[in-house]
């Protein structure tokens, strides 16, 4: 049974969850989308992922979770400016 999928804010602790499915798909359901060097500039994943979580604690980030795990997220930069 697959569990109840539920929102909520970003938090600090999310960072490191969140740059991980955000390299995952960058690298894998976008690579038709998207050159090799594109995303390796965008989702490199030797890349400190501290600095990109600061970006989504100054924005309004959301967090989708399904059995406590991060299935996605998003970011309103400005009002009306989606980031990611």
Known sequence: MVGKMKRRQYKDSDCAEVW?????????INA????QSQRDAWALQ???HLAWGKRLVLQDTIVATEDGKIVGFGSIKSPGELDL
Do not use: G, N
């Not at 038709?32 to 050159?35: L, P, V």
């Open 32 to 35: 038709k989308d998207y050159s």
């Open 20 to 28: 991980r499915l955000f390299c995952e798909t960058m690298h894998s």
């Open 46 to 48: 030797e890349t400190s």
